[in-house]
């Protein structure tokens, strides 16, 4: 039976997503990942904790938020505006409470299984007449296993479908805790070189491989397999069509390979987190770029999707 005290960090509860699986779900998003992806989109899904997001655009420059900061974060910048000193800011939420022009919130907060799961049953409904149910993403899922392990049992034991959004990179005993209550896996393959993969996200890739292959073959769990299309570091034909021999060689022909288009979101994310090392300014994909490549795939003999 599920832990239902058990805790976890998580950013959101998202209803209605047609994206993360089949029929109509609700995902939930961990905080927390060990990648450190340069198209990062979910930017503030980094950090385990809770983190202070700041809308520059929304700001009128009142000052409440640098008066009432208890450990003198903000400071300001030359035009006005506020900036926070993020070595400082604890993400107490205090200048948040007397923001007036709601520019700045607080992303994650701690939940536990039974609270997280309560508000996934509220669609229900949904999930069933549609085929759908629960997916857990992030960030990266495997980073809190046992709160993402409890939180896909409680599922379970609520009669809904459970799927799974992660890149794999972890440990084989965490593999197997979180996956004994999985229907479906999705995985991320970022690219198929592994110093490659280690230049675009800070690790190596033989692990996430390996997992990949275990989940497949031993603990034989239907999956499907994506990739985030960034032209200029992984979208080139030779990498996808690695992947998707990869896929036909090693996995089987029923897993569906969806090919991703890189979206400009993690860009004002990252700006509302005020980060200052990202410098990733990349056009997306074209259409047709989009679907010459997954006809390529499935000249393999593997069956491809383009987006979520």
Known sequence: MADYSCQGHIFNIQSYCIHDGPGIRSTVFVKGCPLNCLWCQNPESKEAKPQLMYYVDKCTGCGACSAVCHVGAVCW???????TDRQKCTACGTCVTVCPSKAREITG???????AIRKVME???????SGGGMTVSGGEPLMQPEFTANLLEAAHEEGIHTAIETSNFASRQVI??????VDLAICDIKHMDSEVHRRLTGV???????????IRKVLQKPMNIRTPVVPGYNGDQENILATARFIADELGADVMYSLLPYHRLG???????ELTDYELHVTPPEDAYMRELAAQVEE?????????
């Not at 197997?176 to 209550?181: E, G, K, L, S, T």
């Open 77 to 83: 910048e030359q035009g006005g505006k506020p900036r």
């Open 267 to 273: 860009e004002s994310k990252s700006e509302s987190l």
């Open 109 to 115: 907060y701690t939940t536990t299984v039974e609270d």
């Open 123 to 129: 669609d229900k409904l949904f999930m069933d007449g």
């Open 176 to 181: 197997d805790r979180v996956y004994a209550h």
């Open 300 to 308: 393999l003999g593997v069956k491809a999707h383009i987006g979520g």
């Open 204 to 214: 190596p890739n033989e692990q996430i491989l390996d997992n990949i292959r275990y």
